[in-house]
């Protein structure tokens, strides 16, 4: 079946600092890739998200790029804030199914 | 757009009790989603519907697992005789279903004592 692997954290970083959350996947087809982030005591919200190959996904600062040839969907931020700090959820879906997400990366920036 | 409403937002219960929450979708969204997340982990899908009808069951949604949703519009997720593995926080998410991308609620954080 589908399935999302993305690395384990907690990852902390100081303000300003570039940020890389590594997101892989395994699918049948072609799937959809996103990425949600979870603030404190909040529900997920959809950060980004790319249908395609290649397609590269952006907000607020924040890049993934669909890499089919790798099955990877990195996540990367080039200089992060305190506000920033989330959990950061990596997710596929295929043919517009329910999704299939990671475990999520706990994001702590510090002052 | 209110976004996706959910209710109760805590539910504190005990063993063997039955509960029942409800989502309200984004309005013009067709596709309605449950989903249950335990500490440390991703959310994992329960089930989801178009309009009225129910797609698709996981087989994590065991038979005190029900969920309805009668005139395509909100929901409710009820779990019979509760027990303490049930208390997750359980999420609804509303889409079209020409879109990949889901809309999530806040959640509701179920404990079972």
């Known amino acids: 079946g589908n399935s999302v692997t993305q690395m384990e954290g907690p990852v902390t970083l100081s303000e300003e600092a570039f940020l890389t959350i590594n997101c892989t996947y395994t699918?049948?087809?072609?799937?959809?890739l996103f990425w949600y982030v979870q603030y404190p005591g909040e529900g997920l919200q959809l950060l980004l998200k790319?249908?395609?190959?290649?397609d590269k996904g952006s907000n607020k600062g924040f890049e993934a790029t669909y890499r089919k040839e790798t099955t990877s969907f990195h996540l990367e931020k080039g200089s992060v804030q305190v506000s920033d700090s989330a959990v950061y959820f990596c997710?596929?879906?295929?043919?517009?199914?329910?999704?299939?997400f990671g475990k999520g990366t706990r994001l702590s920036v510090i002052a | 757009d209110t976004g996706v409403s959910q209710n109760p937002r805590h539910k504190i219960t005990k063993r063997g009790q039955n509960v029942t929450f409800r989502c309200d979708p984004i309005?013009?969204?067709?596709?309605l989603y449950w989903y249950r997340q335990t500490l440390g982990q991703g959310p994992e899908f329960l089930t989801y519907?178009?309009?009225?009808?129910?797609?698709?069951k996981s087989r994590l949604l065991s038979d005190r697992f029900s969920a309805e949703r009668p005139k395509g519009s909100f929901s409710t997720l009820e779990i019979q005789r509760t027990e303490q593995g049930d208390s997750a926080m359980y999420l609804c998410?509303?889409?079209?279903?020409?879109?990949?991308?889901?809309?999530f609620g806040p959640g509701t954080r179920l404990t079972v004592t």
């Open positions: 699918a049948t087809g072609y799937p959809s």
């Open positions: 998410a509303s889409s079209l279903a020409q879109w990949a991308e889901q809309y």
């Open positions: 519907f178009q309009n009225e009808a129910q797609l698709e």
């Open positions: 309005s013009e969204h067709n596709r």
């Open positions: 997710a596929l879906s295929e043919r517009n199914t329910p999704l299939v």
């Open positions: 790319a249908t395609k190959a290649d």
